[in-house]
């Protein structure tokens, strides 16, 4: 009997254990979701601005993923949100096009990338000036280890293709938004898919 009880009363006590927990959880996720959200909101907002001509209004596609700028009755550009693979995770990206199809620049939302080494996509002034003005109508859009005209981050070949990879993927969206909406000019050649390796022991 007594052996019993016992078993019920730790059963009861896990349970309320466990609801007090989740309880606390559930409080500390609604506390700091705006918060954390309005930074990302934030950080966003600020690569945008970085990625782009000066503009006045900004529209945002949710199912497309892109924000369609414009200043006044003038079309600036498109800000296209872009993920790939890089060598520690998922690398995604903001891409700023201008409706002639130039990459205009190129922003880190965020990364997972080895600090030192793939990480430096985002301070590296070589590997992220070499985006501004990109132009994949007269430049190849691959690293030069596979043929192209990117500049690789040293000793982080897989994190370069896969920023390749994800400035290729905006400048596909792009095409796609220009053939629905007939604009003029900004008909994209056919881009080398940039490969990403996986796995192995280095970034190279």
């Not at 859009?141 to 043929?147: N, P, T």
Request: hydrophobic fraction near 35%; charged fraction near 20%; glycine fraction near 12%.
């Amino acid at each position: 009997m007594a052996v019993k009880s016992n078993l019920t009363n730790m059963v009861l006590v896990l349970g309320l254990t466990c609801l007090f927990c989740s309880g606390i959880l559930g409080g500390a996720y609604a506390l700091t979701k705006e918060p954390i959200d309005a930074a990302a909101a934030a950080k966003t907002e600020k690569a945008i601005g970085q990625v782009l001509p000066h503009f006045t209004e900004l529209q945002y596609n949710e199912e497309g993923h892109y924000y369609t700028a414009t200043d006044g009755e003038t079309l600036v550009g498109y800000a296209v949100e872009s993920t790939t693979v890089g060598f520690g995770g998922p690398l995604s990206l903001i891409v700023g096009v201008t409706p002639d199809g130039v990459v205009y620049n190129t922003s880190v939302l965020s990364h997972a990338e080895t600090p030192g080494l793939g990480a430096k996509c985002t301070t590296d002034q070589k590997f992220m000036g070499q985006w501004k003005g990109f132009d994949p109508s007269i430049k190849k859009l691959s690293v030069k280890k596979d043929g192209g005209d990117v500049d690789a981050i040293t000793a982080s070949t897989i994190t370069s293709r896969a920023y390749t990879l994800a400035v290729e993927n905006a400048l596909n969206k792009f095409n796609e938004i220009a053939g629905l909406s007939g604009n003029d000019g900004s008909v994209m050649p056919d881009l080398d898919r940039a490969s990403v390796e996986e796995g192995g022991q280095n970034n190279e």
